[in-house]
């Protein structure tokens, strides 16, 4: 039978098309109807149509997940991590970068409020603006940001604690008699790059030593933007 539907799935267990929908929307019933239906189901290779119960559930099962840059490999594990969770859990992914859309992350909040999805995941390790946090702030719909840790009222936050680790590299390089200690900086534009300064600042006020601006040079994160940055301290 070609495209079989919830009314020959009816038929052939012997049972109403709303038990049969209530079957495939989760609920339960009767182990013997549920035999038949799972018989019939699969003698009739039939296949729910997705569109249907999603206007039924009012929900997509998609969780959109928006990148700085799809392209860039950095991100590879995220992805994996993400869609592993979201699988256990029934859902898929949809990405969207914002490279190739010319948007900022704002611009895809009607995805989720146009029900296209049922969520967002905001990936990006940029410094986010504190009128974009506010805007977010805002926002009722399920939302989560990974890669800048500004803190929020209303959404979760996931990154590593940059800070902490530059003050405990700091207390360290202390413990082991390092008075005059010196800091390679990031791009201004990644959120990593704030945190771990203040870190950085905020340890050698705890332990009452000097901070010199000179001793703080900027580098673009790569070995040649590194090797320059040692050049100019070392001067």
């Not at 049969?20 to 009767?30: A, F, P, T």
């Not at 038949?36 to 249907?52: D, G, Q, S, T």
């Not at 399920?142 to 700091?170: F, H, K, Q, Y």
Request: with cysteine; proline share 2%; net charge neutral.
């Amino acid at each position: 039978m070609d495209n079989p539907t919830i009314n020959d799935v009816a038929k052939a267990a012997n049972t109403s098309k709303s038990t049969v929908s209530r079957y495939l929307n989760g609920y339960k019933v009767k182990n013997q109807t549920r035999e038949a239906l799972e018989l019939a189901i699969k003698e009739l290779k039939y296949h729910p149509n997705a569109n249907a119960r999603r206007l039924v559930k009012n929900r997509t099962q998609v969780i959109g997940v928006v990148v700085d840059d799809i392209a860039n490999m950095f991100y590879a594990d995220i992805y994996r991590g993400i869609e592993a969770v979201l699988n256990e859990c029934g859902y898929q992914c949809a990405y969207y970068s914002r490279t190739s859309n010319y948007q900022g992350e704002l611009g895809f909040m009607d995805l989720a409020r146009e029900r296209q999805v049922d969520g967002l995941i905001l990936v990006s390790f940029l410094k986010r603006s504190q009128k974009t946090i506010n805007k977010i702030n805002e926002l009722s719909i399920p939302l989560a940001l990974v890669g800048d840790a500004e803190p929020t009222d209303n959404v979760l936050s996931v990154d590593v604690n940059n800070e902490l680790g530059i003050r405990d590299v700091v207390h360290y390089l202390y413990r082991i008699g390092h008075k005059k200690i010196a800091y390679i900086s990031g791009p201004a534009e990644y959120a990593a790059t704030y945190w771990r300064q203040k870190g950085f600042e905020g340890a050698l006020v705890d332990l009452g030593l000097e901070l010199n601006s000179d001793w703080i040079i900027s580098s673009d994160w790569t070995e040649e933007g590194g090797h320059n940055a040692m050049r100019k301290l070392l001067q």
